[in-house]
């Protein structure tokens, strides 16, 4: 579904506008993932070129292989944040991520069952001031 | 450690201060968790007993067994909930629960190492308002 | 109970160090309430007055009496928005405000449980990327 | 107004494509509302159904009629958190469901002032690092 | 670009829709900015005066001149709230401020570089709960 | 002040248990910031050498000198973010740090007053859905 969205505060580069250093991490990008396909987020931060190689060498460090986590469950943890956050584009984009990665409806859906718990839970802990227990300090 | 804390805002109930339906709660928490141990969360919610009942029934539910996730990634994407909503007490016994569980320094670390670049992207996403790409809807 | 605390970022001024500006307000505080505690929010924005005169005439002209809510519901809504924001000092001031307003222990845990149940499906319609319906534009 | 949005993360369901015991939870919430009208919330949390069962019972039993709160009280608490959190959906649906319950334009406005005083005041104390006050602990 | 949003809640009153009291803060507000432009904010705050009257004095005053800090600094820590808060009209608005008082695109990017690095430290230590050092206490 | 705190959730690591990867950080730290001192959030992550490298490089990077804002302008940005976002450690350590970098009491007031009336307006924006004026998209 294509929807109208009002411009980013920075444009959305295409790949004839990268300076060299963008372009460098644009090909790491389309290497990494094997796909020509490069998101907007990268576009964006393309025009602050040390900003786009830290965070993409981030990312793909953080995000990029199976390590001590495999790489849906971190996915999953990435969408948790992001909706406790409330960042559309976040939950959108890792969404379609851990979708390649094979994320079922069903685990789609228990994925939100454990965020609404913790959401509600994380309040009422909060609103009634409960003080953590020894076993826990 | 030992800290002192304040007082919650309504009491933590001691097992003789129960009413029979927090009791019946508590009894199933204990037979569920196979330890005497419980935590002051339940012994604050016991105030309130169809609140107690409802969201031990939640978290016993959702959090309680292997489902479409298993019991250590749904305890996981519970702290990032918790992290990003900033609630010590559920980042600390959800912590110890995945302990419990099995999670180790090193798995732990990375969790965290996702939830940072999660928090960053989320936010470079909002501030330069990146307009969602069409594939991702 | 008496818990040691953090030292605020600005001194918690006594009544001898305030400045004319903030001495007037504080006496408008102790008319108003009908009590000579002034507790420390105000003696830290004691600091800068112009600050301290603003913030003092918002919160009486917005909770200090019956307007188109009656002053616990309005209580009960600044909770609320204290909870989701994770303000302990404001959850706890607010707390005994309601209190000296005569809310009782049953009103405040249903007040928790529909706050844990907004935070619950709050993120349920974010994680899911719920369309808003026609019927709400 | 009828505004283009982009596609949920799950199906909005139809009548047609509910499953047995999603049906029977849809039949409940027209009942209880005595309208036919369901919302996108439950017809896309109906892809998971003891979730959708388990929420609208919560929902139901919360806000479904006056407690030691009435109901109108609560819609306001419950917007107020969806403010707080920055939910678009809730805030919409909720205040949808408090004009039907009455809420008038200067009741609703006077609910934004106060979630405007709270959040301004939370960020001091927050900011300035403000220790409670002994007689709030 | 012109995109497509919902209705406000309240409407978005037009000069001739105004109050008395309304019509006195529009004119101060264009007074001020030496514009005929009052952007959406104001308009919808119109429909309650005094909240209009009470919240312009305060924009006026906090952000309207040099204080302690420049305007423009004072716009960066606005737009920082506003991101951490999720509130996309705010970061657009005070974008726009910001562009006015001289904000370069390369500003504007660091801006965004020091955001994102303080909303990944943050859930950091709060996740791994860091506790404070003396020397900041 | 010395007061009571939790333990964090890995070790603090003293300057004779970190690795060689971790000792060769920390020496970087002291040599940047010209002391000795080594506060508590390094000596957590330094049981993850390579997200403390990445963590100090970022911050050294972003924060450790002029670019296209001054040091203290950072500071300030970094400190509203933390207030927003509840990260008590933070707001300690930074506004230290802006402390060193020749803040004064009135420059920190007026920060927190810009920051309390950002946190303000952007809930009447979200609350009463405020659609963002053509001029600004």
Redesign the interface.
């Known amino acids: ?10 444009p ?1 580069l295409r790949d004839d506008e990268l300076s060299e250093r963008a372009a460098a991490v644009f090909a790491d990008i389309r290497a990494t993932r094997n796909t020509d ?1 490069v ?3 990268w576009r ?2 393309a ?2 070129p ?2 786009l190689e ?2 993409w ?3 793909k ?3 990029g292989a199976d ?3 495999d790489v849906l ?2 996915q ?18 890792h ?2 991520a851990a979708r390649n990665l094979g994320l ?34």
């Open positions: 579904m294509s929807v109208s969205q009002p411009d980013p505060l920075l959305v396909f998101n907007n987020i964006v931060l025009n602050d040390p900003l830290q965070t060498a981030e990312v460090g953080v995000l390590g001590e986590l469950t971190k999953l943890i990435y969408i948790a944040v992001s909706v406790a956050q409330g960042c559309n584009y976040c939950i959108r984009s969404t379609a079922t409806d069903a685990q789609f859906a228990e994925l939100h069952a454990v965020i609404g718990v913790a959401a509600k839970t994380n309040r009422l802990v909060q609103g009634l001031q409960v003080p953590i227990d020894d076993a826990f300090l």
